[in-house]
């Protein structure tokens, strides 16, 4: 079993950032994918970054450039920075794990792989 705690969100005027973090815990073959989705109320839940334990990392078109997501080297916390944070970023952020291979480990896509959640936290982007 996967256990996924976030901590980080926060409100916060467009244009700063916030960092979220992800406490991870687990056999650590059912957590080689981490990633971040984010869900806003009357919307599909959306990938934004992932990594996998190999390195490889991707991010959705929207945040590229913007955001950094990171695995410290003991592989038990994710993190994930924003940086010039839009009004349209707001929304609950989700941590997620999956045993999927680097190949599978991809925004967009990931979601269907996804076996554990963390119980998400919010960030509010005020213009």
């Known amino acids: 079993q996967v256990q996924l705690t976030e901590s980080g969100g926060g409100s916060v005027q467009a244009g700063g950032s916030l960092t979220l973090s992800c406490a991870v815990s687990?056999?650590?073959?059912?957590?080689?994918?981490m990633a971040w989705f984010r869900q806003d109320p009357g919307k599909d839940r959306e990938g934004v970054a992932s990594?996998?334990?190999?390195?490889?990392?991707t991010y959705a078109n929207s945040v590229k450039g913007r955001f950094t997501i990171s695995l410290e080297d003991d592989k038990n916390t994710l993190h994930l920075q924003m940086h010039s944070l839009m009004p349209e970023d707001t929304a609950v952020y989700y941590c997620?794990?999956?045993?999927?291979?680097?190949?599978?480990?991809?925004?967009?896509?990931?979601?269907?792989?996804?076996?554990?959640w963390g119980q998400g936290t919010q960030v509010t982007v005020s213009s």
């Open positions: 997620a794990a999956t045993s999927v291979s680097r190949a599978a480990c991809v925004i967009p896509g990931l979601r269907s792989y996804v076996g554990h």
């Open positions: 990594i996998h334990t190999d390195g490889s990392i």
């Open positions: 687990g056999y650590l073959y059912n957590r080689r994918c």
